[in-house]
């Protein structure tokens, strides 16, 4: 088991109300993002919610740009809603994953931006270094933004394997051109270094600035030795019915 399902609102607002994603139970892990189309702005999270290490990352060139990612251990009584509290309005979502090492879910996290407007069509690469444990989720996450109201396409990167979109959300006109997606490659076989994972973002004859996160989720470990059902022989079942 791995990506649950996700929940996400694309009509742009300062006190972001996100559903609790569909099905999400205790020890699944939640992630969280939100963009906003402005810089030196702050975020509070709601309660258990821990900022990924080098967010916010903000970005200017094109016309200013904050970006939030976070996660979660889902306890025990979840709320039916988070709200994501900014000053700016923002959109985002929320995803849950289960079957992940619910005390300690992060293998492997790492941040970048592209630091300067970007033409049409962008690449969107992280280079997260190497991760740990076999069986994990890669997981990417990254917001554009657009310097005018046309919506952007998103393909997945498909290195180190193929990433499946689970959310795309276009926040154009309420959201001020706005993007984010988020998109996994689930139980990747093998650690180490995946190298430079890549997408790609498009929008004709536009500019993008653009941030991107990269999480490696834990597998859960796994439950005790497997038992073994011992069938005797036809000649020991022959003694035990002659005694």
């Known amino acids: ?6 929940a996400s609102n694309v009509t742009a607002a300062s ?23 402005n810089t030196g702005d702050t975020i ?22 904050q970006f939030w990612v976070a996660y ?19 959109i985002g979502f929320i995803a849950a994953y289960s079957g992940r090492d619910p005390v300690s879910p992060i293998d492997r996290q790492n941040v970048n931006n592209s630091g300067s407007g ?6 969107v690469s992280i280079t997260p270094g190497s991760v740990t444990n076999t069986g994990c989720d890669l997981i990417v996450i990254w917001g554009d933004d657009v310097n005018g109201g046309v919506d952007v396409t998103h393909t997945m990167p498909s290195v180190p394997g193929t990433f499946t979109s689970r959310a795309d959300l276009n926040g154009a006109g309420a959201a001020n051109f706005m993007n984010c997606v988020i998109g996994d490659l689930e139980n990747w076989g093998s650690s180490g270094a995946p190298g430079v994972i890549a997408g790609v973002g498009t929008s004709a004859g536009r500019t993008a600035d653009w941030a991107v996160a990269f999480i490696a989720l834990k597998p859960a470990a796994g439950g005790g030795a497997a038992s073994s059902l011992i069938v ?10 002659q005694m």
Request: net charge neutral.
């Open 232 to 241: 005797p022989s036809r000649a020991s079942m022959g003694a035990l019915l």
């Open 44 to 65: 509070t999270w709601p309660t258990g919610f821990v900022g990924l290490t080098g967010t916010p990352i903000t970005t200017s060139s094109v016309d200013g740009q």
């Open 72 to 90: 979660k251990i889902a306890g025990g009584s979840e709320p039916a809603n988070y709200t994501l509290q900014t000053a700016n309005n923002g």
């Open 1 to 6: 088991m791995a990506f649950r399902s996700v």
């Open 118 to 123: 970007a033409a049409s069509p962008w690449t």
């Open 15 to 37: 006190s972001l109300v996100v559903t609790k994603p569909a099905g999400a139970v205790q020890d699944d892990i939640l992630i969280a993002c939100k963009v906003i189309d």
